[in-house]
């Protein structure tokens, strides 16, 4: 009894409970903060509106009132609603791709011929995904692969956390050292009058460290599951999901009807690929070509107009959970931004970096740039925000301008693995119906060890001089 006790009280809270909770934490620090903005001026070259570094000051407060507390889940909602449908068209679309039985013949074929070569196919998937990352900023684009990954990775007796891993942290891999990124590094070096994507050997060298070390973690995570699938952190899901995992014994033909939809999926990826990369692609295009991709693939199917309706509707009900997860996280931005306390945090932590000692400065800049994450989790808005403070200050500290980008790439990119604030976390848990509690669980030992790699990376850099200046 005692022990049942124990367990009970150790309970990991419900995932919307533990980002209200964060929502009620955040307006309670309105009243103690005090409220205070930096002008925003538009950006010349780019038209996009960026931050004035200098001019930071304190304004009257806004402390947020307990029925605004309630009403920023609902407009978390609104503000993120363009991610919340686009999960539910793309939950909706694949499910209506699976319904043709293309999807558990493709990856039955995929999943013998990797049979006895399982641990194979995860470094593979990280280094295809690793190379999105770096060169186009891949990030909510993942949302899409992921049950693809699900799937794959189930049939080789591994689990929903291993198939949702080796795409998204692949892809989180190349965002982070971004030799090549213009969302993160691009943004961050214009700040700094650096030429764009100079340093970028060092940032290789960052990207296969990082790949390596994920590899590792997530194979050995990987056969730990196959061996036990009790050490699964999400074995209960795998129990429920158990009679949709793809038997290899008993794999469907893949007939005429199946290999056209496969190329019609080959073609909506490439599509997507070619929109995201040439003509800056988001959300709306990206989810009407999955929309396209689903309703084709239902026709040539034999899905009756009716039945592909239904089956959409199957699949976006199946996410509901995760798509709604979302909007409640971003309601913790809303409270942020309406009590007018996310200056004042970014203005605080980067004067607390001038106070340490000239060796740690670097490593206080790269803390400060974490911290800041949680409240800015968008890469180029974080530059944006930071870079006009960080560039002055890397300069009167002595620490080279590069340093201080670099310290602004990994601050900005490890911790969109594992903040409950990150719209892209929240969405692909959502699409393979990850509990954020679970996915915390599987990534935070992870999450130190990247952080100090990224510590190590930045003590080298500044040993270097690592520029041009």
Not at 27 to 46: C, E
Not at 355 to 373: C, D, E, F, T, W
């Amino acid at each position: 009894m005692e022990k049942t006790a124990k367990k009970k009280l150790i309970k990991v809270p419900h995932t919307y409970v533990i980002l209200f909770s964060v929502i009620i934490i955040m307006s309670i620090l309105t009243y103690v903060i005090p409220a205070g903005q930096f002008d925003r001026v538009q950006d010349p070259n780019t038209g996009r509106t960026v931050v004035d570094g200098n001019s930071f000051h304190y304004v009257d407060p806004n402390p947020i009132k307990p029925f605004e507390v309630i009403q920023a889940v609902p407009r978390g909602m609104e503000a993120a609603a363009q991610i919340i449908f686009f999960i539910f068209v793309v939950g909706g679309s694949f499910q209506i791709i699976t319904a043709t039985g293309t999807i558990e013949a493709g990856i039955g074929i995929m999943a013998k011929k990797l049979n006895g070569k399982e641990k194979l196919m995860i470094p593979i998937f990280m280094v295809i995904f690793g190379l999105g990352g770096a060169t186009f900023g891949m990030a909510e684009e993942t949302i899409v692969f992921v049950p693809i990954g699900i799937a794959l990775a189930r049939a080789l007796g591994f689990d929903a956390i291993t198939g949702t891993a080796m795409i998204t942290l692949g892809a989180a891999c190349g965002f982070n050292s971004g030799f090549m990124n213009p969302f993160t590094v691009g943004v961050a070096q214009g700040i700094a009058e650096l030429p764009l994507f100079s340093g970028i050997g060092l940032r290789i060298v960052t990207f296969i460290v990082l790949l390596i070390i994920t590899a590792i973690y997530l194979i050995r995570y990987a056969e730990k599951v196959k061996k036990d699938p009790s050490a699964s952190v999400v074995a209960e899901l795998e129990k429920e999901e158990s009679g949709k995992r793809i038997d290899l014994s008993n794999v469907p033909e893949m007939n005429i009807r199946h290999k056209i939809i496969l190329l019609t999926i080959v073609a909506g990826f490439a599509v997507i690929i070619t929109g995201v990369f040439k003509y800056g692609w988001y959300i709306v295009e990206i989810g009407s070509t999955f929309l396209a991709m689903g309703i084709i693939s239902g026709l040539i199917g034999g899905l009756g107009p009716s039945k592909i309706a239904s089956e959409f509707v199957v699949g976006a009900k199946s996410i509901a959970f995760g798509a709604l997860v979302v909007g409640v996280a971003r309601g913790i931005l809303i409270v942020m931004t309406d009590g007018l306390i996310i200056d004042t945090i970014v203005y605080g932590l980067a004067n607390a970096i001038k106070a340490l000692p000239k060796s740690l400065s670097v490593i206080g800049m790269y803390i400060v740039q974490v911290v800041i994450n949680f409240f800015i989790p968008s890469g180029s808005g974080q530059a944006s925000a930071t870079m006009p403070i960080m560039v002055p200050l890397s300069d009167l500290l002595g620490i080279t301008r590069q340093t201080a980008v670099m310290a602004f790439q990994f601050g900005d990119g490890f911790t969109n693995s594992i903040i409950p604030t990150s719209a892209a976390l929240m969405g692909y848990l959502s699409m393979g119906n990850v509990p954020y509690e679970k996915w915390f669980k599987f990534i935070w030992p992870l999450m130190l060890i990247l952080i100090g790699t990224g510590m190590v990376f930045l003590i080298i850099a500044n040993a270097i001089s690592y520029g041009p200046f």
